[in-house]
């Protein structure tokens, strides 16, 4: 009677193969996982991003948001701006800050104040001097077609 100990050659190759294939799995969830955290990053800056414009805007509550142009003036002790100034200085700074902030992948972001209804929006309804705070950028983990190829887009709704 003869004893086999150890494994064949065949059964080490199968479990090898195995293993290679289940290793691949995992290479692939890890790339899908770091797309994903890119574009939750990107969400959690646009968010931020608008709430400082909000904040912005509520504490200049003077200025015609309707007229606000990109600004990159100084304001100083000797020569202080008046609302309007502010209001271009701040909307050039958020501009600026979100360019910064979504250029390192090229997503092509955009921000803009809107002062018209988005419909299809939280911003469907603008009303008095209400203004709608948007920002676009391109998704990281799109796809050619289907609900993720969009890109993003955060709408805040603003009262001064």
Not at 11 to 20: D, R, T
Not at 126 to 154: E, F, M, P, Q, Y
Request: aromatic share 8%; net charge positive.
């Amino acid at each position: 009677m003869i004893l086999q100990r150890g494994f064949t050659l065949i059964e080490v190759l199968i479990s090898m193969v195995i293993l290679a294939i289940g290793l691949l799995g995992l290479a692939g969830i890890q790339a899908i996982s770091l797309r994903d955290n890119q574009d939750a990053y990107y969400y959690q800056q646009a968010t931020l991003l608008a709430y400082e414009m909000q904040d912005r805007i509520r504490g200049n509550n003077v200025a015609n948001w309707a007229a606000v142009t990109i600004g990159t003036g100084d304001c100083t002790k000797v020569t202080p701006c008046d609302g309007q100034t502010m209001a271009n200085n701040d909307y050039g700074y958020w501009k600026r800050s979100a360019e910064a902030i979504f250029s390192k992948p090229k997503t092509g972001a955009t921000v803009e104040i809107s002062h018209t209804a988005q419909a299809n929006t939280p911003c469907a309804i603008i009303t008095g001097t209400a203004l709608c705070l948007i920002t676009r950028w391109g998704r990281t983990n799109s796809k050619n077609v289907g609900a993720l190829s969009k890109d993003s887009t955060l709408y805040l709704k603003v009262t001064p």
